[in-house]
Nanobody, 116 residues
Framework: VKLVESGGGLVQSGGSLKLSCAASGMTGEIRLMGWYRQTPGAQRESVALIDDEDTTNYADAVKGRFAIVRDNTRNTVHLQMNNLKPEDTAVYYC???????????WGQGTQVTVSS
């Protein structure tokens, strides 16, 4: 599975950004898509995930500010990020997983920088 991300960039604290991820290849195996993020020296952490029944899971740090939606017909997933904070600054990676949670692939990563 190939994942191509778009969006990201620099925004002031309190601003908004939208990330998008398009999947191609063996998309029939995908059951869950979502976003992780990583800062230098830290482990990659889950931000928001959505399965093929639109069940979502959010990290506590982003609940109420981020929203993930999925377009199954186009194998795309979007992450709307509102009220961004400097601590949201990270490289964001799109991920696709099988039903049992096996990773099918990662996107190339997109930088999100929130200035204070």
């Amino acid at each position: 599975v190939k994942l191509v991300e778009s969006g990201g960039g620099l925004v002031q604290s309190g601003g908004s950004l939208k990330l998008s991820c398009a999947a191609s290849g063996m998309t029939g195996e995908i059951r869950l898509m979502g976003w992780y993020r990583q800062t230098p020296g830290a482990q990659r952490e889950s931000v928001a995930l959505i399965d093929d029944e639109d069940t979502t899971n959010y990290a506590d740090a982003v609940k109420g500010r981020f929203a993930i939606v999925r377009d199954n017909t186009r194998n795309t997933v979007h992450l709307q990020m509102n009220n961004l904070k400097p601590e949201d600054t990270a490289v964001y990676y799109c991920v696709a997983k099988t039903y049992i949670g096996t990773n099918l692939g990662w996107g190339q990563g997109t930088q999100v920088t929130v200035s204070s």
